[in-house]
Protein backbone atom coordinates (compact mmCIF):
# COMPACT_ATOMS: atom_id res chain seq x y z
CA UNK A 1 0.00 0.00 0.00
CA UNK A 2 1.30 3.47 -1.01
CA UNK A 3 0.10 7.16 0.40
CA UNK A 4 1.40 10.35 -0.98
CA UNK A 5 0.46 13.30 -0.25
CA UNK A 6 1.69 16.68 -1.39
CA UNK A 7 1.33 20.22 0.61
CA UNK A 8 3.13 23.44 0.22
CA UNK A 9 4.13 25.53 3.50
CA UNK A 10 5.08 29.28 3.42
CA UNK A 11 8.47 28.20 5.08
CA UNK A 12 11.63 28.32 3.70
CA UNK A 13 12.90 24.97 3.19
CA UNK A 14 16.05 24.70 6.08
CA UNK A 15 13.11 25.43 8.51
CA UNK A 16 10.77 22.71 6.88
CA UNK A 17 13.34 20.04 6.89
CA UNK A 18 14.55 21.07 10.65
CA UNK A 19 11.22 20.60 11.87
CA UNK A 20 10.37 17.67 10.28
CA UNK A 21 13.96 15.78 11.70
CA UNK A 22 13.39 17.52 14.98
CA UNK A 23 12.79 14.28 17.25
CA UNK A 24 11.26 16.78 19.76
CA UNK A 25 8.74 18.41 17.46
CA UNK A 26 7.58 14.72 15.82
CA UNK A 27 4.42 14.85 18.75
CA UNK A 28 3.26 18.03 17.63
CA UNK A 29 1.69 16.60 13.97
CA UNK A 30 1.92 12.53 14.38
CA UNK A 31 -0.16 10.70 16.66
CA UNK A 32 2.70 9.15 18.66
CA UNK A 33 3.26 8.96 22.47
CA UNK A 34 7.10 8.75 22.76
CA UNK A 35 9.93 8.92 20.23
CA UNK A 36 13.87 8.94 21.69
CA UNK A 37 16.58 8.94 19.24
CA UNK A 38 19.07 5.12 20.23
CA UNK A 39 21.68 5.51 18.35
CA UNK A 40 24.73 8.37 19.50
CA UNK A 41 26.06 11.12 17.41
CA UNK A 42 24.14 13.57 15.35
CA UNK A 43 20.84 12.52 12.94
CA UNK A 44 21.91 11.05 9.83
CA UNK A 45 22.06 7.71 7.59
CA UNK A 46 22.00 4.97 10.37
CA UNK A 47 20.48 7.07 13.32
CA UNK A 48 17.86 4.98 14.86
CA UNK A 49 14.81 5.79 16.69
CA UNK A 50 12.28 3.98 18.84
CA UNK A 51 8.88 5.01 19.29
CA UNK A 52 5.01 4.10 20.77
CA UNK A 53 2.33 4.63 18.99
CA UNK A 54 -0.95 3.66 18.08
CA UNK A 55 -2.52 2.80 14.82
CA UNK A 56 -6.55 2.05 14.57
CA UNK A 57 -6.75 1.27 18.01
CA UNK A 58 -3.49 -0.50 18.33
CA UNK A 59 -0.28 0.59 20.93
CA UNK A 60 3.12 -0.69 18.88
CA UNK A 61 6.46 -0.09 20.16
CA UNK A 62 8.46 0.53 16.59
CA UNK A 63 12.27 0.80 16.32
CA UNK A 64 13.13 3.17 12.70
CA UNK A 65 16.29 3.67 10.93
CA UNK A 66 17.13 6.92 8.94
CA UNK A 67 18.11 5.69 5.28
CA UNK A 68 18.19 8.83 3.37
CA UNK A 69 19.10 11.90 4.81
CA UNK A 70 19.84 14.83 2.17
CA UNK A 71 19.04 17.77 4.01
CA UNK A 72 17.45 20.00 3.32
CA UNK A 73 15.76 18.26 0.85
CA UNK A 74 14.88 14.38 1.48
CA UNK A 75 14.45 12.46 4.93
CA UNK A 76 13.47 9.07 4.95
CA UNK A 77 12.74 6.20 7.87
CA UNK A 78 12.69 2.84 7.41
CA UNK A 79 10.66 0.86 10.19
CA UNK A 80 13.14 -2.00 10.78
CA UNK A 81 11.12 -3.61 14.21
CA UNK A 82 7.62 -3.33 13.73
CA UNK A 83 4.12 -5.11 13.16
CA UNK A 84 4.58 -4.70 9.22
CA UNK A 85 7.01 -3.14 7.00
CA UNK A 86 6.56 0.86 6.57
CA UNK A 87 8.67 3.37 4.72
CA UNK A 88 8.05 7.05 5.82
CA UNK A 89 9.63 9.61 3.05
CA UNK A 90 9.43 13.06 2.74
CA UNK A 91 10.79 15.65 0.08
CA UNK A 92 11.77 19.22 0.15
CA UNK A 93 11.53 21.66 -2.77
CA UNK A 94 11.88 25.38 -2.60
CA UNK A 95 9.15 27.09 -4.26
CA UNK A 96 9.37 30.17 -6.10
CA UNK A 97 7.62 32.52 -3.21
CA UNK A 98 10.25 31.35 -0.86
CA UNK A 99 7.77 28.60 0.54
CA UNK A 100 8.61 24.60 0.36
CA UNK A 101 6.58 21.95 -1.52
CA UNK A 102 6.61 19.29 0.84
CA UNK A 103 5.69 15.30 -0.29
CA UNK A 104 5.43 12.77 2.15
CA UNK A 105 5.06 9.04 1.06
CA UNK A 106 4.43 6.26 3.22
CA UNK A 107 4.73 2.33 1.49
CA UNK A 108 3.65 -0.22 3.92
CA UNK A 109 3.59 -4.14 3.78
CA UNK A 110 0.92 -4.90 6.06
CA UNK A 111 1.55 -8.82 5.56
CA UNK A 112 -0.98 -11.47 4.83
CA UNK A 113 -3.01 -11.20 8.10
CA UNK A 114 -4.58 -8.06 6.49
CA UNK A 115 -5.19 -8.59 3.05
CA UNK A 116 -9.01 -8.79 3.60
CA UNK A 117 -8.87 -5.45 5.81
CA UNK A 118 -6.74 -3.81 2.79
CA UNK A 119 -9.64 -1.35 1.36
CA UNK A 120 -10.09 -0.36 4.79
CA UNK A 121 -7.11 -0.27 6.05
CA UNK A 122 -6.29 1.96 3.18
CA UNK A 123 -8.89 4.23 3.81
CA UNK A 124 -8.00 4.68 7.13
CA UNK A 125 -4.49 5.46 6.42
CA UNK A 126 -5.44 7.92 3.34
CA UNK A 127 -7.44 10.03 5.92
CA UNK A 128 -5.06 9.87 8.73
CA UNK A 129 -2.42 11.14 6.65
CA UNK A 130 -4.39 13.59 5.48
CA UNK A 131 -4.92 14.92 9.05
CA UNK A 132 -1.76 15.09 9.84
CA UNK A 133 -0.25 16.50 6.83
CA UNK A 134 -2.54 19.40 7.39
CA UNK A 135 -1.92 19.72 11.36
CA UNK A 136 1.96 19.87 9.68
CA UNK A 137 1.12 22.28 7.52
CA UNK A 138 -0.50 24.59 10.08
CA UNK A 139 1.86 24.10 13.29
CA UNK A 140 5.08 25.30 10.70
CA UNK A 141 2.88 28.13 9.36
CA UNK A 142 1.82 29.02 13.07
CA UNK A 143 4.20 28.24 15.56
CA UNK A 144 7.80 26.90 13.77
Not at 3 to 20: D, G, S, Y
Not at 39 to 68: A, I, K, N, W, Y
Amino acid sequence: MKVEKNIVVERPIEKVFAFLTDVHKVKLWLPIESIRQTSSGPLGVGSTFTQETQFMGQRFETTSEVTRYEPPHVFVLKMVQGPFSLTNSMYCEPTDTGGTSLTIVGEADPGPAMTLLGPLVAQFVTRQMDTQVNLLKHVLETQA
